[in-house]
Structure formats: structure tokens, C-alpha cells
């Protein structure tokens, strides 16, 4: 199964990705989480995606498509992408390397929703750096705060989720993202769903929405 998330920032596309991947055994290619690794790791890739990060603009495309090849090769029995594509550009680099391996991508799932709710999540999220998982102050805060359940460790707030880089991230997600929502209906890959309803209203959602495309692919 070969799945991609499309949907504006705070729409919850890394939580449902997590979810999916865990439901159908997928790979998740979590655009944004690589690159932050890279950073943190001090690789050349992380410093150059750095500097348009925490800007709210995009990492150049030639970056991005050189990191998903490799990427692809680590998911040779299906996944789910969240972040990628995010241009024109990239969608068509990437139905160019589907068509190489000759395999089909089942779904593009669009989240859709209120641009205020959006932008209050992501005042309010956490997130553990070592593996992206993310709790929200609001809606599913840790049982201590900053700290995450799981594995014991520090929580973070994003740098790029204070205000005014958040503006801009949904100005360059208007202009450059936006546009794949009719590249993929036009594809007959389309599926919506409201990004407002509860994590497992939109889980339950998706879960149905590609198990219907995988079975027509
Ligand atoms: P990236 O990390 O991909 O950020 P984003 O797309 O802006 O999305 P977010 O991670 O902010 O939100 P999300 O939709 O994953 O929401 P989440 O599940 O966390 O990209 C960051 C940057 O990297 C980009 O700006 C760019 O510079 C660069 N980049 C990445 N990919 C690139 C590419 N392909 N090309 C070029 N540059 C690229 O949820 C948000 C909050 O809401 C959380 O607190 C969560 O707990 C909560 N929540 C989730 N679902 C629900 C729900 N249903 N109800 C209530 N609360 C919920």
C-alpha cells in the first residue's frame, strides 16, 4: 500500500501517519522529521535544510527529491508519506520514480480544515525530538508536562511553530502545496477528510478510504 498525506501544518498528518503505519505494518517517510534529524545530527543536508526551516519557506526541491530515492529503497513493500510531495515538482518526481519500481500510489488523502483550530494546535504542541511523536497541551497533553510517557524523555515546542513563522508556513502552503490537491483529483487519488474530527474519527476514516482505493489499484 502506497499512501501520501497532503494537508496544511497542524492538520494532523504526522499523528495519522504514525497510526496507519502501525495499523497496515507501512513505512513512514515523515519529510519534516528527516530533516530535523539531519539537523541535529550536524549532516550537510540538515544544515542546508536549516536555513529555509526556520524561515516557514520550503526546503529547495532537488534536496527533497534526492532524500525521498533514497528513502524508497527502505520502503519497497508499501508506506505512507507525510510532507512529501508538497510541489508540483515533487509530485511529478515522484510519479516518475513509482512508474520506475512499476508499482501505483493507491491514495493521496487531503486533510482539510479551519485554518483558527489549526493554528491553535500548533501553539500547543509537543513534540519528542528523538522520534516525532507529538501531545498537545489541549487535547492530549502528557501525563507530566514536558515530559514524554513513553520513553521518559524531554518534550520540545518547534521552533517553527511560533506565530509568525506558523503565518508564513500556511502562506507557502496556500501558494506551493495547495495546487497538488487538484493534481491528485484529477489523478482520481483524492480522498478528504475533515482534519477537526477526533484522531480516531480521521483514523477510522483513512483506514477505510485506502483499504477501498488499495483494492481498485
Ligand atoms: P513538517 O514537519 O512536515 O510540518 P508541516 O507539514 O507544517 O506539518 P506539521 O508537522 O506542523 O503538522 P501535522 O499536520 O503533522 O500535525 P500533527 O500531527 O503534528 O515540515 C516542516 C518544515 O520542513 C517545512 O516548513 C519545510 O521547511 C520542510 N519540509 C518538510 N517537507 C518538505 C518538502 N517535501 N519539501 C520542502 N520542504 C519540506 O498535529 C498537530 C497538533 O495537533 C499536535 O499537537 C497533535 O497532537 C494535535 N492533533 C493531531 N490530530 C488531532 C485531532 N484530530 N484532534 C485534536 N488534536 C489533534
Redesign the pocket.
Known amino acids: 500500500m502506497r499512501v501520501i498525506f497532503l494537508?496544511p501544518?497542524?492538520?494532523?498528518?504526522?499523528?495519522q501517519a504514525r497510526i496507519l503505519r502501525d495499523r497496515f505494518g507501512l513505512e513512514q517517510i515523515?519529510?519534516?522529521?528527516i530533516?530535523r534529524d539531519n539537523f541535529a545530527r550536524g549532516t550537510k543536508l540538515g544544515t542546508q535544510a536549516q536555513t529555509?526551516?526556520k524561515r516557514?519557506?520550503?526546503?529547495p526541491d532537488d534536496l527533497?527529491i534526492e532524500m525521498i530515492e533514497h528513502e524508497l529503497e527502505r520502503a519497497r513493500d508499501g508506506f505512507v508519506m507525510?510532507?512529501?510531495?508538497?510541489t508540483v515538482a515533487?509530485a511529478q518526481a515522484l510519479d516518475a520514480l513509482l512508474a520506475r519500481r512499476r508499482v501505483p500510489l493507491d491514495a493521496a488523502i487531503f486533510f482539510s480544515g479551519d485554518r483558527s483550530a489549526l493554528i491553535a494546535?500548533?501553539a500547543?504542541?509537543w513534540t519528542n525530538p528523538r522520534n516525532g511523536r507529538?501531545?498537545?497541551a489541549l487535547?492530549?497533553p502528557p501525563k507530566v508536562a514536558g515530559i514524554d510517557d513513553e520513553d521518559g524523555g524531554e518534550l520540545v515546542q518547534r521552533e517553527?511553530d511560533r506565530a509568525e513563522t506558523v503565518t508564513k508556513?500556511l502562506e507557502v502552503y496556500d501558494r506551493q502545496t495547495r495546487p497538488l490537491v487538484e493534481y491528485y483529483r484529477r489523478a482520481g487519488k483524492l480522498v478528504e477528510v475533515d482534519a477537526l474530527?477526533?484522531?480516531k474519527a480521521?483514523a477510522d476514516r483513512i483506514a477505510a478510504a485506502v483499504g477501498a482505493q488499495h483494492a481498485r489499484s
Not at 501544518?9 to 499523528?15: L, N
Not at 516557514?56 to 526546503?59: E, I, K, S
Not at 507525510?82 to 508538497?86: S, V
Open positions: 494537508g501544518p497542524g492538520a494532523g498528518k504526522g499523528t515523515s519529510t519534516g522529521d530533516l529555509f526551516m516557514g519557506q520550503l526546503v527533497v507525510d510532507g512529501f510531495p508538497r515533487q494546535r500548533l500547543a504542541r507529538t501531545y498537545n487535547t492530549n517553527d508556513r474530527a477526533s484522531v480521521v
